[in-house]
């Protein structure tokens, strides 16, 4: 199970730590779900900071699918894998 190593305290760049947790987790298990983001990492802009990643000059897939959340609902949600087609 992945684990994340950061802690977000207010006076960091949160956004960039975000970005980089994103990162480590997407080269660990080669992608990430929004929900997965969410629930992991707790990270609730997941897109923006993809978006962030792209800038970079990451090369991020993303696919549409359907995944539940903790409670067992469905939602349609986007999947992040690395390496693939900017």
């Keep these: ?3 994340p190593s950061i802690d977000f305290k207010p006076c960091d760049n949160i956004r960039a730590k975000q970005a980089r947790a994103i990162l480590d987790y997407m080269q660990t298990n080669g ?3 929004t ?3 969410r629930e992991v990492l707790g990270i609730c802009h997941v897109a923006g900071r ?3 990643l792209r800038c970079q000059g990451h090369k991020i897939q993303t696919k549409r699918v359907l995944e539940a959340d903790a409670g ?3 939602h349609g949600v986007a999947l992040y894998q690395l ?3 900017a």
């Design 1 to 3: 199970m992945f684990e």
């Design 31 to 33: 992608q990430i779900s």
């Design 35 to 37: 929900i997965e983001a």
């Design 50 to 52: 993809v978006y962030d």
């Design 72 to 74: 067992g609902r469905l």
């Design 83 to 85: 390496g693939g087609a």
